[in-house]
């Protein structure tokens, strides 16, 4: 695997809010919080540009909405911010991707002439796929470390209900099945970067 200089790790939604089991149900993959910070850690140190995410909800009572405690990032996220030494953007949004964002992030990744992308985050088949799958389409090489991100069990139609670690599998065999991305391990990009 190589990972280009100017490889632009694009961290989607870690925010607060996504820690309110009561709202969002179980979660799967425990570890997605150590592996997202190792590939923020990873891209600062070598110099390579970070793009941090942040998901501004419209809808009342969502834990991601705007002025309530939730809306902010993690912790382990919000300290690392401005640490790096090679460009960094932060990008709000209301819908679930990314370069539907402000300011523009395909904009951005063009002025600094990138064309490969890491989209790690919350949550695996919601923002993170959709970011995924629209940089696939603009023609980026992307890359999505299946281990950097996590989602929730989920309610569908008829009564169907599927679990958050299936659902996660799911959007790794549409991603790299249907050529929007290669799904990898975080460990395999942290190595790559260095």
Same mark, same amino acid.
């Given at each position: 695997?190589?990972?280009?200089?100017?490889?632009?790790?694009?961290?989607?939604?870690?925010?607060?809010?996504?820690?309110?089991?009561?709202?969002?149900?179980?979660?799967?993959?425990?570890?997605?919080?150590?592996?997202?910070?190792?590939?923020?850690?990873?891209?600062?140190?070598?110099?390579?540009?970070?793009?941090?995410?942040?998901?501004?909800?419209? !809808?009342?009572?969502?834990?991601?909405?705007?002025?309530?405690?939730?809306?902010?990032? !993690?912790?382990?996220?919000?300290?690392?911010?401005?640490?790096?030494?090679?460009?960094?953007?932060?990008?709000? !949004?209301?819908?679930?991707?990314?370069?539907?964002?402000?300011?523009?992030?395909?904009?951005?990744?063009?002025?600094?002439?990138?064309?490969?992308?890491?989209?790690?985050?919350?949550?695996?088949?919601?923002?993170?796929?959709?970011?995924?799958?629209?940089?696939?389409?603009?023609?980026?090489?992307?890359?999505?470390?299946?281990?950097?991100?996590?989602?929730?069990?989920?309610?569908?139609?008829?009564?169907?209900?599927?679990?958050?670690?299936?659902?996660?599998?799911?959007?790794?065999?549409?991603?790299?099945?249907?050529?929007?991305?290669?799904?990898?391990?975080?460990?395999?990009?942290?190595?790559?970067?260095?």
């Amino acid at each position: 695997m190589e990972i280009a200089e100017n490889a632009a790790l694009v961290v989607v939604d870690v925010q607060v809010g996504f820690e309110e089991e009561a709202y969002w149900g179980p979660r799967n993959n425990p570890a997605a919080d150590e592996n997202i910070a190792g590939l923020i850690d990873a891209w600062q140190s070598s110099g390579r540009p970070v793009v941090f995410v942040r998901h501004d909800s419209v !809808k009342a009572g969502s834990p991601l909405r705007v002025g309530y405690p939730g809306n902010d990032f !993690k912790p382990y996220v919000e300290e690392r911010r401005g640490k790096g030494g090679g460009a960094e953007l932060f990008v709000t !949004k209301s819908v679930n991707s990314a370069f539907y964002g402000t300011p523009d992030l395909g904009a951005w990744l063009g002025t600094a002439g990138v064309r490969q992308i890491v989209v790690a985050g919350i949550q695996t088949n919601m923002c993170v796929e959709t970011t995924a799958r629209m940089a696939g389409n603009l023609g980026y090489e992307v890359f999505v470390p299946l281990d950097a991100t996590h989602t929730f069990d989920l309610a569908g139609p008829w009564g169907w209900t599927v679990g958050a670690e299936e659902l996660a599998r799911a959007t790794a065999v549409s991603l790299h099945g249907g050529g929007f991305a290669e799904v990898v391990r975080s460990a395999e990009l942290i190595a790559a970067a260095r």
